[in-house]
C-alpha cells in the first residue's frame, strides 16, 4: 500500500503561481510512476502531467504545457507540481496519483494509488 498526502493549494490572483507537494509513504516511492490529475466542479477527473520512476521522462497536458513543471525528489518521498502563470480554467482540486511501474500515461484507470486532493482556485 502506498499513502499519498497532497499539500500547497490556496487562493491565488491570476497570472500567479503556486507549487504542489506530495508525499508518499508505505512503499519504495522510486518504484512508482507518478501523475498530477484535477477535477473542477461538474467535470470529471483529467490528467495534468505525470513523471517516470527516476525523474528523466515527463509529459503534460497540452492546456499546462509550458506553464506546469512536474518533478520529484526520489530522497524525499515526494513529487511537486510547479504551476505558472495560473489561469481561472486552472481552478480545480489537484489529485496526486501513484502507478506502479517505471512509467505511466494519462489514463486514470493506469494509477493504482490516489490522494485525497488539495483545492487550487485561481481568481481572475
Known amino acids: 500500500q502506498v499513502q499519498l498526502l497532497e499539500s500547497g493549494g490556496g487562493l491565488v490572483q491570476a497570472g500567479g503561481s503556486l507549487r504542489l507537494s506530495c508525499v508518499a509513504s508505505?512503499?519504495?516511492?522510486?518504484?512508482?510512476?507518478m501523475g498530477w490529475f484535477r477535477q473542477a466542479p461538474g467535470k470529471e477527473r483529467e490528467f495534468v502531467a505525470a513523471i517516470n520512476w527516476r525523474g528523466g521522462s515527463t509529459y503534460y497536458a497540452d492546456s499546462v504545457k509550458g506553464r506546469f513543471t512536474i518533478s520529484r525528489v526520489n530522497a524525499k518521498n515526494t513529487v511537486y507540481l510547479q504551476m505558472n502563470s495560473l489561469k481561472p480554467e486552472d481552478t480545480a482540486v489537484y489529485y496526486c496519483a501513484a502507478l506502479t511501474g517505471a512509467w505511466g500515461g494519462e489514463s486514470r484507470s493506469d494509477y493504482d494509488y490516489w490522494g485525497q486532493g488539495t483545492q487550487v482556485t485561481v481568481s481572475s
Open positions: 508505505g512503499r519504495t516511492f522510486s518504484s512508482f510512476a
